[in-house]
């Protein structure tokens, strides 16, 4: 607690707002999901580097928590698609699909991380610490 109540003061120092920071648990029988509209997507990649900097990870290794890849209009083949397009984007005849972890029930990622970086919470949510992850 003495910890959050450290970070509630620098906000308040720092930025002038009274932040409030939580630890909350999980909470049993309680399941989490999220949905984002695919129409919507641009290929503009905002939401990556929200994620690498919100997450403190690196934009240039290969692993990222989101990627969006670029498809043909009409193809959701996804061993077709490009993540490394560049120009402007939306392009003429491409669609843009972001592509993240799907919080599996039975996550196989958790089994396949050789050093434990990856684990599923007790409310279901798969997480990775991007301090172990190698």
Request: net charge negative; proline share 6%.
């Amino acid at each position: 607690r003495a910890l959050l109540s450290r970070l509630e003061d620098q906000a308040r120092e720092r930025y002038g707002v009274n932040a409030r920071i939580d630890d909350p648990q999980a909470i049993p029988g309680v399941e989490y999901a999220y949905a984002l509209s695919l129409t919507a997507c641009t290929g503009c990649r905002q939401c990556e580097y929200a994620c690498a900097e919100e997450n403190n990870t690196s934009r240039s290794p290969q692993m990222h928590y989101i990627r969006i890849v670029e498809l043909d209009v009409g193809s959701f083949d996804l061993d077709e698609s490009e993540h490394g397009y560049e120009g402007r984007v939306p392009a003429d005849g491409k669609v843009y699909m972001p592509v993240s972890c799907q919080q599996c029930a039975n996550p196989p990622c958790v089994q396949a991380c050789p050093v434990k970086a990856t684990w599923q919470e007790a409310d279901g949510i798969t997480v990775i610490d991007y301090d172990w992850c190698i």
